[in-house]
């Protein structure tokens, strides 16, 4: 302990019965909570303060939060709360998102997060990896591979209640995740348990079906709530296997039935997107002004063509615009 830790620490037991004791008759003043005091002083650790799922939080944050992704906050749901209810799990949860850019990926890895952690996505257990940050080179698997194995190794070994999030899975090299199969495939290697962490994939793979899947279903003039996990299935397996840009291609994980789940992103329509305006607008302290998230909204681009049903980059741009519309 470092002495100025240690005075602040007796100070503030001392302050604290002396001002419980003074001030004890007035009923407005609040006892300061030890627990609270105690696990702030020593910072963010794996113990159930720090780490504790908000099941409720999490069904209440993709209800009111996740627009128009009514698939993926079923299945994210449900598994979520069962793994993390399971006090044994056999392996770690792994889920697979696919889909267009800016429809909520990343956004819910930060949900998922937010009710686990007190720090949310913001924990030093959350790890994410992006490929343009940590794979940049095709030339350094051998290397990646070695160092992502270590990375994983020392999360769990610090804390086994750990969230790994692979961003833009497309873009990292074939091979590198493969090295972490074993960790997947059994709860335990080496001494070091595996079995309570969580890994997400994010990955724009099979994103095109999908589009595909949603355009037909609107063309046929069918309700958006109608499609389900069953009519996407069929086809995500295979593409994400087959794709020669994938770092799924040929993958052992694929192989073994590693991923437990894969879960479709819709691509937004204008009325999720004026809901993430509005959105937008209350994150930033602002009063949600319709008129101005249904600007921000028509100033994106829409496809098909003519139809103008979907926008091109979904939710990505809209908090920005919002700016520009007062
Ligand atoms: N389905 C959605 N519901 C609510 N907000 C969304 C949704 N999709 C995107 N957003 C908003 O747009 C931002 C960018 O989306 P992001 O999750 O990064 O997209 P992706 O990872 O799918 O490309 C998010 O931070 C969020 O604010
Ligand atoms: C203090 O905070 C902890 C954690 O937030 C909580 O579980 C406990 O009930 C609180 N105690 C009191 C006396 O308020
Ligand atoms: C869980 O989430 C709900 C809804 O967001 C919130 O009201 C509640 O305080 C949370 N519980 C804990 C223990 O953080
Ligand atoms: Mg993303």
Redo the contacts with the bound molecule.
């Keep these: 302990m470092k002495p100025s830790k240690q005075h602040v620490l007796l100070l503030w037991i001392l302050l604290s019965s002396t001002v419980i004791n003074a001030v004890e008759p007035f009923s407005s003043f609040k006892i300061p909570n030890f627990t609270e005091t105690w696990n702030s002083f020593w910072g963010e650790s794996c113990n159930s303060y720090w780490i ?1 799922f ?1 099941q ?2 999490l069904k ?2 993709l209800e009111n939060k996740l627009f128009g992704q009514h698939i993926a906050s079923d299945i994210i749901f449900k598994s979520v709360s069962g793994f993390m209810n399971d006090d044994n799990p056999k392996k770690p949860l792994v889920l697979s998102l696919h889909g267009p850019t800016g429809t909520g990926k990343n956004f819910v890895s930060q949900l998922i997060a937010d ?1 686990i952690y007190k720090k949310g996505y913001h924990s030093k257990f959350v790890h994410v990896f992006s490929a343009t940050l940590h794979f940049p080179h095709r030339s350094e698997i051998v290397t990646y591979k070695s160092q992502l194995q270590e990375w994983i190794k020392n999360g769990v070994t610090n804390c086994e209640r750990s969230v790994f999030i692979f961003d833009e899975m497309n873009q990292i090299p074939p091979g590198v995740i493969d090295s972490i199969k074993p960790y997947l495939d059994y709860g335990k290697v080496e001494g070091v348990f595996f079995q309570k962490s969580i890994i997400i994939f994010l990955s724009n793979t099979g994103a095109d079906q999908i589009t595909k899947t949603a355009v037909d279903f609107w063309k046929n003039g069918k309700d958006r709530e109608e499609m389900m996990l069953k009519d996407f299935e069929s086809f995500i397996s295979p593409i994400v296997f087959n794709s020669d840009q994938s770092s799924f291609s040929k993958s052992t994980l694929i192989d073994s039935c590693l991923l437990d789940v894969f879960i479709p992103f819709l691509p937004l329509e204008y009325k999720h997107v004026v809901q993430c305006a509005m959105a937008a607008m209350r994150d930033k302290g602002r009063q949600p002004d319709e008129n101005v998230a249904d600007r921000a909204a028509r100033s994106l681009v829409y496809y098909p063509k003519l139809e103008k049903v979907f926008a091109v980059s979904g939710c990505k741009t809209v908090a920005n615009r919002v700016h520009l519309y007062r």
Excluded: E, F, L, V
Aim: charged share 15%; proline share 0%.
């Design positions: 504790s908000n409720t939080g209440a944050d009710n």
